[in-house]
């Protein structure tokens, strides 16, 4: 056995996505991934996903050139090579979203995201190896099956007349009917039981009628609310005060952890982020605070599948709880977080997964949700198989581009309907 890196190949691809709103604008019709190959020296393979844009790109590039040599069973070195090969925060500052409302605004968070690219294709190729499936690689399952909530988008029938794109089925959904609609698709198509709206986009009252359009439609089914920090601190509080007991939890209702901390000390409503905890860094702030009682993890900008476990951890520890946030990804991703999901002792919530709304994949077969839940799988690795000929199309888009999807940029695609629009600055409302 030699687990030597020997070759590691970097794909930016680009995908199609639907016209999702939020608070930032509208998703691109396509939207930038990056697959990351890792080689051993017995010849086997390993497969990671992460994001794509040419700011993680610039950082990959040098990053695989240092792998090679090393061992796949190096994994805390590759933080090391993620320190050799960062860039300064005010560069990645200027690359970064206005607004700043997603997860990745600084140079930490971006070579961290990098990292776990790179961390799932070792445990992959490690897992392949051994014959080992990942989860036993992080100390092995506690499930055999991860439970996903269904992601419910304000959308578009169609993106922008004009706009190169792929056709979906999902229809449009900018009303409470829509919504619910749009939930008996999710249901019936992947039997999903729990729901989250994707937030901030309408005035916060009639997001409180889709709520409880929700509610009533599915009675008994966790909901929850995600305005991605839209709301001030009293928008946040008249809200869970109307609907508070309709959800599970309400997710960055307000931007920050100071705005969170008040939004807690005013309610029972339970407030989740993927917003104000993203390092470590973060938590001890927002955890004496008492700002969040769940955090939701991303594998990606938390720097792969072990900080998840340790972040997890730390949550168990003051009794906070965990579970996963998503954005945009393949199956490559969700494979990966559900074998660290199912590892996680205290993961007492449904985790996010963007998954249904990617049409397309880099896989040989999709990965599939039973009753709302993705089997752990138990063959070597992550138990997925990269298709070359799928790679190499979506590749081939991202080389056809202009450069101008190669960046996820929501409020650019949003001014294409709406000329004009900017990112608004929170709370909007
Ligand atoms: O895909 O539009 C989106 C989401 O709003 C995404 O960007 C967020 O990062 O899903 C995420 C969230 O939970 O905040
Ligand atoms: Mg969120």
Not at 336 to 363: F, G, I, R
Request: charged share 25%.
């Amino acid at each position: 056995m030699n687990p030597t890196i020997t070759d590691v190949r970097l794909t930016p691809i680009l995908i199609a996505d639907p016209p999702l709103l939020n608070t930032q604008g509208v998703h691109q019709p396509y939207t930038p991934r990056l697959i990351v190959e890792v080689e051993t020296a017995d010849g086997i393979t390993g497969v990671g996903e992460t994001y794509g844009d040419t700011k993680y790109l610039e950082l990959a590039r040098p990053f695989a050139e240092k792998l090679k040599g090393r061992q796949v069973t190096d994994l805390n070195g590759l933080f090391t090579i993620a320190d050799e090969v960062s860039v300064a925060d005010d560069r990645v500052s200027a690359q970064v979203d206005v607004g700043g409302l997603r997860g990745v605004q600084t140079a930490e968070k971006l070579r961290l995201s990098v990292v776990s690219g790179f961390e799932v294709a070792c445990l992959d190729a490690l897992g392949r190896t051994l014959g080992l499936p990942v989860h036993a690689l992080l100390g092995g399952k506690l499930r055999d099956a991860v439970e996903y909530s269904a992601y419910l988008f304000y959308k578009w029938a169609d993106h922008p007349v004009g706009v190169a794109c792929e056709k979906d089925d999902w229809g449009a959904a900018i009303d409470p009917a829509g919504v619910v609609e749009q939930a008996r698709k999710f249901k019936e198509r992947y039997g999903f039981t729990s729901f989250k709206l994707k937030g901030g986009v309408f005035p916060p009252e009639e997001e409180i009628a889709a709520v409880r359009a929700l509610a009533e439609a599915f009675p008994g089914h966790p909901l929850r609310l995600d305005p991605n920090g839209a709301w001030s601190v009293a928008t946040s509080l008249k809200v869970a005060q109307e609907v508070g007991d309709l959800l599970e939890y309400l997710e960055d209702p307000a931007l920050g952890t100071p705005a969170m901390a008040e939004v807690s000390a005013g309610t029972d409503v339970p407030l989740a982020t993927n917003m104000c905890v993203t390092t470590f860094a973060e938590i001890k702030e927002a955890f004496t605070k008492d700002a969040v009682q769940v955090v939701l993890s991303d594998h990606h900008y938390w720097g792969g599948l072990r900080n998840t476990q340790q972040l997890a951890a730390v949550c168990r520890t003051f009794g906070v709880g965990v579970s996963m946030h998503s954005n945009t990804h393949l199956g490559i991703s969700l494979a990966a977080m559900t074998h660290v999901a199912s590892t996680v002792p205290n993961l007492h919530h449904a985790c996010d997964s963007h998954y249904p709304w990617q049409s397309e994949d880099v896989l040989t077969e999709r990965l599939t949700f039973d009753d709302g839940k993705v089997a752990v799988s138990d063959a070597p690795g992550l138990g997925v198989q990269l298709d070359h000929d799928k790679l190499r199309l979506l590749h081939q888009r991202w080389l056809d581009d202009d450069g101008s999807l190669r960046e996820r940029d929501d409020a650019a695609a949003m001014r294409i309907a709406e000329p004009g629009w900017q990112t608004p600055s929170v709370p909007r409302w």
